[in-house]
């Protein structure tokens, strides 16, 4: 991290105020430039790139950096996280920083929950985006525009101040940039800002419910049920009003993430708040914890618990979806070692959240070959625009039974029997204990 010219004696926020205060960019950078000198095993910091002014949009990236994948091998999941859209809206861009120094002090502190976020998470923060508006207390960026409404997703000259043309200013540009470099592959994006007390999901440009809307009423039914029974979550179009080119809608219609837009309170004075900025925003930091606890759900996990394969006639599998968003154009292939493509299902199939189907389809001719395997192919969530995956079917649940046996086959070994159950228990463990219960802090 490059920091700015920006003397630190002036730019630290004064810790007698840090709970009171709202951020400068100048006292912003001087604070996460602290946190990556404290804590440089788990925070770095990068620049997304500069405002129209020449302020650069901090990234604050918070991770165990000491291990790359999780304990299983598996990539760690990616949640990315933005605030500060519009400028005078301070306490969004505040809970953006409060949810980074939750997870930065726990992990200094030893929190259980933290450490096992931080051992399988990334946490991808951008605090304040729209550092110019920011500092002059100003809805928009320096040229006057509404930044939330200046991505390239369904953008339109009927909202008012949406720029010149989709992604015509910088931030918004350096942001969108930044997905595509950093969070192809995350699972969660929150956008945070202040007005109406709301965490609203897709869509803002219409008031039709999003393809992943029954994941997002999952959510809603959890936080109301475990968090905070008042908190409004729904559809952004009929519980804020309708808007077009924001960067919720972009996240899911453009890059497939679940996102949502964090509103805050607005009851907020110029510089600052009388109440405690961590008690004033605990219900939105214990939604975040949630969220983000829980990120490894919020996408279609298909798992094949059992297969049996009669070469040139047909393949029967069970399959079961231990996430929570569902998916609707799954396909069966089977490779040579070389990893060529030597058939794949005639037909998609899909799996709804939380469920399980078992399948067959025709092989027609196929023949299995030495260093053959099978994989899955499927979307994360059923948007168009969520990332595929490919993953591999152990060998040591699939049967192989000669052809010409037609109307009988043989039970499956006892392997097979006990790593399906294992698999059952394993995500009935899992359902059971995902939600963490926001602690009795009376």
């Not at 997002?216 to 475990?226: G, V």
């Not at 219609?253 to 009851?267: A, H, K, L, N």
């Not at 996990?301 to 154009?329: C, K």
Request: hydrophobic share 40%.
């Amino acid at each position: 991290m490059v920091l700015s010219s920006v003397p630190t004696a002036l730019a630290q926020q004064p810790n007698v105020a840090q709970e009171h205060w709202y951020h400068s960019w100048a006292t912003l950078t001087y604070d996460i430039g602290e946190w990556e000198d404290e804590h440089s095993d788990i925070v770095s910091v990068v620049s997304a790139g500069q405002t129209e002014y020449g302020r650069d949009q901090w990234v604050v990236q918070i991770s165990d950096w000491s291990i790359e994948n999780k304990s299983d091998g598996a990539p760690k999941e990616k949640v990315y996280i933005d605030g500060g859209h519009h400028g005078n809206e301070h306490l969004g861009t505040e809970l953006a920083f409060l949810v980074a120094e939750f997870y930065i002090e726990g992990w200094a502190d030893g929190d259980a929950e933290v450490v096992e976020v931080l051992q399988n998470t990334e946490l991808h923060i951008m605090i304040m985006l729209n550092a110019d508006g920011n500092d002059v207390d100003s809805r928009w960026n320096m040229n006057q525009v509404d930044l939330n409404r200046n991505y390239d997703h369904h953008w339109t000259t009927e909202e008012t101040a949406s720029g010149d043309g989709p992604f015509s200013e910088a931030e918004t540009t350096n942001n969108a940039a930044y997905m595509q470099e950093w969070m192809v592959d995350a699972d969660l994006y929150v956008t945070m800002h202040t007005g109406t007390w709301i965490l609203a999901y897709p869509w803002g440009f219409t008031g039709e419910m999003p393809s992943d809307w029954e994941m997002f009423e999952h959510i809603r039914d959890t936080i109301h049920e475990t968090i905070d029974e008042d908190l409004p979550v729904r559809n952004a179009n009929a519980g804020i009003y309708p808007t077009h080119g924001t960067s919720r809608d972009y996240g899911y219609g453009v890059m497939g993430y679940p996102t949502f837009t964090f509103e805050t309170d607005d009851e907020q004075f110029l510089l600052g708040t009388v109440q405690s900025l961590s008690d004033r925003l605990s219900v939105e930091l214990d939604v975040m914890r949630y969220l983000i606890s829980n990120v490894w759900y919020w996408r279609a996990r298909l798992n094949i618990t059992s297969m049996t394969v009669i070469p040139s006639e047909e393949v029967t599998f069970s399959v079961e979806n231990l996430g929570l968003a569902s998916t609707e154009n799954a396909t069966l292939h089977y490779l040579d070692s070389a990893g060529e493509v030597l058939w794949h299902s005639p037909d998609n199939f899909s799996v709804n959240a939380s469920n399980s189907s078992l399948v067959t389809f025709s092989t027609g001719d196929l023949k299995l070959v030495d260093g053959g395997s099978w994989e899955i192919h499927y979307q994360k969530r059923v948007i168009d625009s969520a990332t595929w995956v490919a993953e591999p079917v152990w060998d040591e649940i699939i049967q192989e039974v000669d052809g010409g046996g037609k109307g009988f086959l043989p039970a499956p070994g006892i392997f097979i029997s006990l790593l399906a159950a294992f698999g059952a228990a394993f995500a009935s463990e899992r359902r059971e204990t995902m939600f963490f219960h926001k602690k009795n802090t009376e």
